[in-house]
């Protein structure tokens, strides 16, 4: 994929890892670049197409689907992280969570899909995580969603193969962004997020393991997961 021909719409892109997408977009000469949150008035990166758009509301994913039906690179990167355990947590907090990283994800493929097919089957970014493969003592509902996202990757990289649209996921650890302000260990930048999935792309990657943590939980599934969970396991 040459980023040069693309145009790209972003989830989530007023900070954090979607507005390092957007900005890499913009530097590496994308043709255009729909930049959407739900509070339109907080992106400010200059020479990008500005839209609302919350995920998990229905027709304000088909009222940007319509906006922008000349996408062809659909990066779905709009979060949510409630910290939330499955067993004793808000229900509601765990829906969200769902709400967004699964069913949101899924809206926005299936109404962006028509227009990729149309204009030559392009692209799709899931930005997901290493929780995908693990799960975390009080993050519960963090890492089952990311895990239904993983999967919804791997499904629907499937579904649209007949059309060409390439669907690439990309794993992380912990980032250096505003959700993960209160993690005290290590970080990657955001920006190397965004160019290690646009370098993917441009070598047809359908997905990128972003970070050393990411590898190594990876790895860690071909073994029996008591050797990984030992130290919580053991209270």
Do not use: C
């Not at 339109?40 to 609302?52: A, Y």
């Not at 039906?69 to 990167?77: A, G």
């Not at 260990?185 to 190397?192: A, N, T, Y």
């Amino acid at each position: 994929m040459n980023i040069t021909d693309q145009v790209a719409l972003v989830t989530g892109a007023n900070r954090g890892i979607g507005r390092q997408f957007v900005e890499e977009l913009v530097e590496r000469g994308a043709r255009k670049v729909y930049a959407t949150a739900r509070r339109p008035e907080l992106l400010d990166v200059p020479g990008v197409k500005v839209l609302r758009l919350d995920i998990t509301d229905h027709d304000s994913v088909v009222a940007a689907a319509e906006a922008a039906s000349d996408v062809t690179l659909l990066v779905n990167n709009a979060g949510v992280s409630t910290g939330t355990p499955l067993v004793t947590g808000d229900l509601a907090d765990i829906r969200r969570e769902m709400d967004t990283h699964f069913w949101g994800t899924l809206d926005m493929i299936r109404a962006f899909a028509p227009a990729l097919a149309a204009n030559g089957g392009g692209a799709v970014v899931n930005v997901l995580s290493a929780l995908s493969w693990f799960a975390y003592p009080g993050n519960g509902a963090y890492a089952a969603a990311k895990a239904a996202a993983w999967n919804l990757t791997n499904a629907v990289r499937l579904d649209l193969a007949g059309q060409g649209t390439l669907v690439q996921g990309i794993h992380l650890g912990a980032a250096d962004t505003d959700m993960m302000a209160d993690y005290d260990g290590p970080k990657i930048d955001p920006r190397d997020v965004a160019r290690a999935s646009l370098d993917g792309l441009a070598a047809g990657s359908i997905e990128i393991v972003a970070d050393e943590w990411s590898a190594m939980v990876k790895a860690s599934l071909a073994g029996d997961p008591a050797a990984f969970y030992a130290t919580w396991l053991a209270g």
